[in-house]
C-alpha cells in the first residue's frame, strides 16, 4: 500500500525546488505508488505518513520543526542548525597558539548564499548580502597573523585549522551522501585547498568511516551529504549539508546516474512509520 510523503520547503523556495536533489526522488517515490505533496512554509497542514523536513537555511525555524513533529514520522526532523560552530572542534581566536595555515570560511552553510537569496540579514546585523558567493570563495592563509581582524569580529565567519588531505600533490576530500540505510562515499581529488565538485580533477568511490556514519545519526540526520578528509591519520569533519543541490535539470539517461538515483530514493522506505 502506497504511503503519502509530505515534502516540506521553505516558504520563499517555489521557484527554486527543481533545483534540489529532492525534487529528482519524488518521481522514483511516485512510481513506485506513493503520494507526494510539496508544502511551502507551514501555513497549511496536509495530513501525511512522513514529512521530508527539506528547508535551505543553517538555521531551520523553530516553527518549521514544530509543524514537522505533527506527523508521524519526519526525515531530518531533529536537525535545528548546521551552522560549522555546531559541529567543528578546530576553531581558532585571534592571538591563540597555532603556527600552521588556517582557511577563513562562513559560518553558515555554502558561504550563507541560501540566507542571502531569501533577503535573511547577516548574523552581524550588516545587510543580507553574504560575503562569500560559495565555499569556491573561501580563503587560505599561511599564517592566523595573517588572517584580517575583521574575519574575526563578525559572527558571520569562522577561522579554522587548515588541515588538509594531500596526496601526491591533490587535495582530497570523501563526500558521503545518504538518505535512510542507503549512503555512497566519493573520495575527491582537486589541485585547489577547497575541494569540490566544480573544482575536482579525478574521483572514486570510497569506503564511508564508520565514525562519520555513527556521526550523522548522532546528530540526527536522516538525508544529505558530510564532507570529511584523513590529516596525517586524523579524522577531520568538514560540512554537513541537508538540502544537497541537483546539477541535472531533469531525468539522465546515463544508467549509472539512474540507478543511483533509484537506490538514493528508496532509502527513504526505511524511514517509513510502522
Known amino acids: 500500500m502506497g504511503r503519502h510523503i509530505a515534502v516540506l520547503f521553505h516558504e520563499s523556495d517555489r521557484e527554486h525546488a527543481d533545483f534540489y536533489?529532492?525534487?529528482?526522488?519524488?518521481?522514483?517515490?511516485?512510481?513506485?505508488?506513493?503520494?507526494?505533496?510539496?508544502?511551502?512554509?507551514?501555513?497549511?497542514?496536509?495530513?501525511?505518513?512522513?514529512?521530508?523536513?527539506?528547508?535551505?537555511?543553517?538555521?531551520?525555524p523553530e516553527a518549521?520543526?514544530?509543524?514537522?513533529?505533527?506527523y508521524p514520522a519526519a526525515v531530518n526532523g531533529r536537525v535545528r542548525s548546521i551552522r560549522k560552530r555546531t559541529y567543528s572542534p578546530y576553531l581558532l581566536a585571534q592571538g591563540d597558539a597555532w603556527a600552521g595555515p588556517v582557511i577563513v570560511k562562513s559560518d553558515r552553510n555554502f558561504g550563507g548564499f541560501?540566507?542571502?537569496?531569501r533577503q535573511i540579514p547577516r548574523l552581524d546585523g550588516l545587510g543580507t548580502r553574504a560575503y562569500f558567493n560559495s565555499p569556491l570563495d573561501y580563503r587560505v592563509f599561511d599564517r592566523l597573523e595573517d588572517v584580517p581582524e575583521a574575519f574575526f569580529q563578525s559572527?558571520?565567519?569562522?577561522?579554522?585549522r587548515f588541515l588538509p588531505e594531500v596526496e601526491d600533490g591533490l587535495f582530497h576530500v570523501?563526500?558521503?551522501?545518504?538518505l535512510g540505510d542507503w549512503g555512497d562515499c566519493l573520495r575527491l581529488a582537486s589541485e585547489q585547498p577547497v575541494v569540490k565538485a566544480e573544482t575536482k580533477v579525478a574521483s572514486g568511490p570510497a569506503r564511508v568511516d564508520p565514525r562519520v556514519e555513527a556521526l550523522r545519526r548522532e546528530?540526527?540526520?536522516?538525508?544529505?551529504?558530510?564532507?570529511?578528509?584523513?590529516?596525517?591519520?586524523?579524522?577531520?569533519?568538514?560540512?554537513f549539508n541537508k538540502t544537497i543541490g541537483s546539477r541535472g535539470g531533469g531525468r539522465q539517461s546515463n544508467p549509472h546516474t539512474?540507478?543511483?538515483?533509484?537506490?538514493?530514493?528508496?532509502?527513504?522506505?526505511?524511514?517509513?512509520p510502522d
Do not use: C, M, N
Not at 541560501?114 to 537569496?117: A, F, G, M, R, W
Not at 570523501?174 to 545518504?178: D, G, K, P, R
Not at 551529504?225 to 584523513?230: E, N, R, W
Open 21 to 60: 536533489a529532492v525534487s529528482r526522488l519524488i518521481p522514483v517515490w511516485e512510481e513506485d505508488g506513493h503520494r507526494v505533496t510539496r508544502l511551502f512554509g507551514i501555513r497549511d497542514f496536509v495530513p501525511a505518513d512522513l514529512a521530508f523536513v527539506h528547508v535551505d537555511l543553517s538555521d531551520v
Open 114 to 117: 541560501p540566507e542571502s537569496l
Open 64 to 70: 518549521y520543526l514544530d509543524f514537522a513533529g505533527r
Open 258 to 272: 539512474a540507478g543511483t538515483r533509484l537506490a538514493r530514493a528508496r532509502g527513504l522506505y526505511a524511514l517509513f
Open 155 to 160: 559572527p558571520d565567519f569562522i577561522v579554522q
Open 174 to 178: 570523501h563526500t558521503y551522501s545518504f
Open 219 to 239: 546528530l540526527g540526520f536522516d538525508y544529505g551529504k558530510v564532507d570529511y578528509l584523513y590529516h596525517q591519520g586524523e579524522l577531520v569533519v568538514l560540512d
